[in-house]
Nanobody, 122 residues
Framework: QLQASGGGLVQAGGSLRLSCAAS????????MGWFRQAPGKEREFVAA????????RYVDSVKGRFTISRDNAKNTVYLQMNSLKPEDTAVYYC?????????????????WGKGTQVTVSS
């Protein structure tokens, strides 16, 4: 139901914009989150946006560099990533939550999309 795209290889300091699209209305009525998983590490919360788009949250390590947004008419959520660092290298996943309190934990998300690889070279 969810498909993430937009990953790639970029040099440190560069930018990428990830997209997460849904084939139905699931996304537009859900709180959405972006997570990432680096090799050998647990999946971690990156950013979240409420269903209306009025509230956003970020992990401290990406604040000021990443921006999450959504277009419910297009059933799409975005993650604009600027000033990328090598430590941002990971597979990025989008996921949907029914309740806002769940958006921080991978275990509490309802639906997951396939990930997209982001690689930042130094």
């Amino acid at each position: 139901q969810l498909q993430a795209s937009g990953g790639g290889l970029v040099q440190a300091g560069g930018s990428l914009r990830l997209s997460c699209a849904a084939s139905d209305r699931t996304l537009s009525s859900s709180h959405m989150g972006w997570f990432r998983q680096a090799p050998g590490k647990e999946r971690e919360f990156v950013a979240a946006i409420s269903w209306s788009g009025g509230t956003t949250r970020y992990v401290d390590s990406v604040k000021g560099r990443f921006t999450i947004s959504r277009d419910n008419a297009k059933n799409t959520v975005y993650l604009q990533m600027n000033s990328l660092k090598p430590e941002d290298t990971a597979v990025y996943y989008c996921a949907a939550a029914r309740y806002w309190r769940n958006v921080y934990s991978p275990d509490d998300m309802m639906y997951w999309g396939k990930g997209t690889q982001v690689t930042v070279s130094s």
